[in-house]
C-alpha cells in the first residue's frame, strides 16, 4: 500500500503571512510529485508540479522536494484569502497517482 | 474547450440499483481514472486505464466495473449499488508525458 501523508489541518494563517504545507510519501520509487488546489464543492486543479530534488518557484508559490527524506512542501507566500481552499498532495508510480488526505488552509483577512 | 466531462452530475439511487456514470475527455490523452472522494479519506483510486483497450484495479474497486470505450470515454458502472458507495466521483485524464491530471465537475452519488 502506497501512502501519502498530510497534516489535515485546518492551517490559518493571516493575510500576507507565508502558509508552509507539508506531504511525505512511502513509495521511495515515487516519480513525480504534484501540489492541488481544490476549493469545497469543486474539483481538484494543479497548482505545481516538481520532478527533481530541490525548490521550484512559481509566482508565490514554492514547491520543494526532497526525495532522500521522501518529502515534498509547498509554500505560500503572501496568502490571500484566496487561498483558503483544501491542498493535496499527489505522487506518482507507475502510471498511478496517490493522493493524500488534504490540508484545510484557511487564510485570516 | 470542455475538457473532462462526467455525467450526470448528482444521481440518487436505491440500495440494489444499478447506474453508469460517463466520462469523456477531448484532450487526446492516453490514460484515465477513476476516483472517489469521502470526507476524511482522500481521493482513491477505483480504477484506472493506461490506455485504449485496457483496463487495471486501484485501490477500491470492488462493486465497482469499468470500460475504455474509446481513446475518449470511460465509463465507470454499479451493479448493485450499496450506502457504502454514496460519495463524489472524479473522473481524471493524463497525457503521460506531462503528468497532470485534468479532473472532471465530479459526480455526487447517494444511495439510499
Known amino acids: 500500500q502506497k501512502e501519502v501523508e498530510q497534516n489535515s489541518g485546518p492551517l490559518s494563517v493571516p493575510e500576507g503571512a507565508i502558509a508552509s504545507l507539508n506531504c511525505t510519501y512511502s513509495d521511495r520509487g515515487s516519480q513525480s510529485f504534484f501540489w492541488y488546489r481544490q476549493y469545497s464543492g469543486k474539483s481538484p486543479e494543479l497548482i505545481m508540479f516538481?520532478?527533481?530534488?530541490g525548490d521550484k518557484e512559481d509566482g508565490r508559490f514554492t514547491a520543494q522536494l526532497n526525495k532522500a527524506s521522501q518529502y515534498v512542501s509547498l509554500l505560500i507566500r503572501d496568502s490571500q484569502p484566496s487561498d483558503s481552499a483544501t491542498y493535496l498532495c499527489a505522487v506518482t508510480s507507475g502510471n498511478q497517482f496517490y493522493f493524500g488526505t488534504g490540508t484545510s488552509l484557511t487564510v485570516i483577512p | 474547450n470542455a475538457g473532462v466531462t462526467q455525467t450526470p452530475k448528482f444521481q440518487v439511487l436505491k440500495t440494489g440499483q444499478s447506474m453508469t456514470l460517463q466520462c469523456a475527455q477531448d484532450m487526446n490523452h492516453n490514460s484515465m481514472y477513476w476516483y472517489r472522494q469521502d470526507p476524511g479519506m482522500g481521493l482513491r483510486l477505483i480504477y484506472y486505464?493506461?490506455?485504449?483497450?485496457?483496463?487495471d484495479k486501484g485501490e477500491v474497486p470492488n462493486g465497482y466495473n469499468v470500460s475504455r470505450l474509446n481513446k475518449r470515454e470511460f465509463s465507470l458502472r454499479l451493479e448493485s449499488a450499496a450506502p457504502s458507495q454514496t460519495s463524489v466521483y472524479f473522473c481524471?485524464?493524463?497525457?503521460?508525458?506531462?503528468?497532470?491530471?485534468?479532473f472532471g465537475e465530479g459526480s455526487r452519488l447517494t444511495v439510499l
Open positions: 481524471a485524464s493524463t497525457r503521460l508525458n506531462t503528468g497532470e491530471l485534468f
Open positions: 516538481i520532478y527533481s530534488n
Open positions: 486505464s493506461a490506455s485504449e483497450g485496457t483496463t
